[in-house]
C-alpha cells in the first residue's frame, strides 16, 4: 500500500482480531445499558459509564466475587481517554476512591483480586489490606514485551487476592494444572501421582501463585481485541472457578473489552460490567454474542487448566 493512501489495511488471514462495523455499532449499541440507567436490575449487562457513577447505583451485599484491572500508574490510552501517571500518595488515593465504594456491595463471604504492576503493586498491597484480609500475590508470565537495553524486560504482572472475611470460596480441583511427567515414578509397577495418556503422561498439580500457563491474547486468538491491557480469559477461568461457584455474581469495574464477563458467561456465573468507552463496550457485546455459540477458553479443556502449549 503507498504510503499516505486512504485504504484500509488488508488483515493477515489469520488476523482474527475482533473488530465492528457500522451495523454492529448500531445493533450493539442499543443493547448497552447506560450508565444514568444503572440500579438494582443489572444482572449480565454491560454498563457504559463510570465507575465512580455507576458504584453507588448498585445494590449492596449482592456481588460474590470483585474482579478489578484498573489503570496502573502510568500515562496509558484507553480509547478515548488517558490515564496519567501520579505521585505514589496521589495513586494510592485513587485507588481507595473507588475500591471503597466496592466495599458495600460485596457479601461476607466475597474474595477479591486487583491487577497490578510492579510500579502499582506496593499501592494495591497497602490500600486492599486497608479494607480487606490479604490471601496471597498472584504473578503471572507476560510472555510478551520488548527487550530493554539497559534493564530487565518486564514480562510479570501481580494479581493481590484478599477477601471480606476468612469465610470464603476457593474450589482447589476446579483449578488444578494438568503438566507432563518428565519423569515418571512407578511404585510396584503402577503410576505414582500420575496418568498415562496416549500423548504422553501427566500429573494434575496443585496450583501456586505463580502462573507460566497463561497466553496474552495476540493477532491469531479469536479473543484477541484492539486494548492495550486485555487480560487473557484463561486467566479469568481460573480466578472465576478457584473463587465462585455456578450462578455466583461477579463485578467488574474496568471491564475493558469483556473479559471478566466473557467468562463468567462461558462459566456459568452472573456478571456486572462497567466500561467508560463505549467502543470497548460494543467489544465486550459483541464477545458475549460469540460466547453463546463458542464456550471454549483456550488453555482449559475437558475442565482442565493445561500447562502453556501443552493442548490447544
Do not use: M, Q
Given at each position: 500500500m503507498a504510503a499516505g493512501s486512504n485504504v484500509p489495511k488488508k488483515k493477515a488471514p489469520?488476523?482474527?482480531?475482533?473488530?465492528?462495523?457500522?451495523?454492529?455499532?448500531?445493533?450493539?449499541?442499543?443493547?448497552?445499558?447506560?450508565?444514568?440507567?444503572?440500579?438494582?436490575?443489572?444482572?449480565?449487562?454491560?454498563?457504559?459509564?463510570?465507575?465512580?457513577?455507576v458504584l453507588p447505583k448498585l445494590a449492596n451485599g449482592r456481588f460474590d466475587l470483585?474482579?478489578?484491572?484498573?489503570?496502573?500508574?502510568?500515562?496509558?490510552?484507553?480509547?478515548?481517554?488517558?490515564?496519567?501517571?501520579?505521585?505514589?500518595d496521589e495513586y494510592e488515593a485513587w485507588l481507595d476512591s473507588w475500591l471503597s465504594l466496592c466495599l458495600p456491595l460485596l457479601k461476607s463471604t466475597a474474595s477479591i483480586y486487583i491487577c497490578g504492576d510492579w510500579r502499582s503493586s506496593s499501592a494495591i498491597q497497602r490500600v486492599g489490606s486497608k479494607h480487606f484480609k490479604l490471601q496471597n500475590r498472584i504473578t503471572w508470565e507476560r510472555e510478551k514485551g520488548r527487550g530493554a537495553k539497559q534493564n530487565w524486560k518486564n514480562t510479570a504482572e501481580d494479581i493481590w487476592f484478599f477477601t471480606v472475611s476468612d469465610e470464603f470460596t476457593f474450589n482447589l480441583d476446579a483449578v488444578k494444572v494438568r503438566r507432563k511427567v518428565l519423569a515418571p515414578y512407578k511404585e510396584n509397577g503402577k503410576p505414582k501421582d500420575w496418568e498415562a495418556g496416549e500423548?504422553?503422561?501427566?500429573?494434575?498439580?496443585?496450583?501456586?501463585?505463580?502462573?507460566?500457563?497463561v497466553s496474552v491474547p495476540f493477532w491469531s486468538m479469536p479473543e484477541n481485541t484492539d486494548h492495550p491491557t486485555q487480560k487473557p480469559e484463561k486467566l479469568l477461568a481460573k480466578i472465576i472457578l478457584a473463587s465462585t461457584s455456578v450462578g455466583d455474581l461477579i463485578l467488574d469495574p474496568f471491564a475493558g473489552t469483556g473479559t471478566t464477563a466473557v467468562a463468567a458467561k462461558k462459566l456459568g456465573r452472573d456478571f456486572v460490567a462497567i466500561e467508560s468507552d463505549e467502543q470497548y463496550c460494543?467489544?465486550?457485546?459483541?464477545?458475549?454474542?460469540?460466547?453463546?455459540?463458542?464456550?471454549?477458553?483456550q488453555g482449559f479443556d475437558g475442565e482442565v487448566f493445561w500447562e502453556r502449549n501443552s493442548k490447544k
Open positions: 489469520r488476523n482474527r482480531t475482533l473488530e465492528l462495523d457500522r451495523a454492529e455499532i448500531k445493533r450493539l449499541r442499543s443493547k448497552l445499558l447506560p450508565g444514568k440507567k444503572a440500579g438494582k436490575n443489572t444482572h449480565n449487562r454491560v454498563i457504559c459509564g463510570d465507575a465512580f457513577d470483585l474482579f478489578a484491572d484498573p489503570p496502573y500508574n502510568l500515562t496509558k490510552a484507553f480509547g478515548k481517554e488517558t490515564f496519567r501517571t501520579r505521585t505514589s500423548n504422553g503422561n501427566y500429573r494434575d498439580t496443585h496450583p501456586s501463585n505463580i502462573w507460566t500457563d460494543l467489544l465486550a457485546k459483541k464477545r458475549l454474542e460469540i460466547a453463546k455459540i463458542d464456550s471454549s477458553i
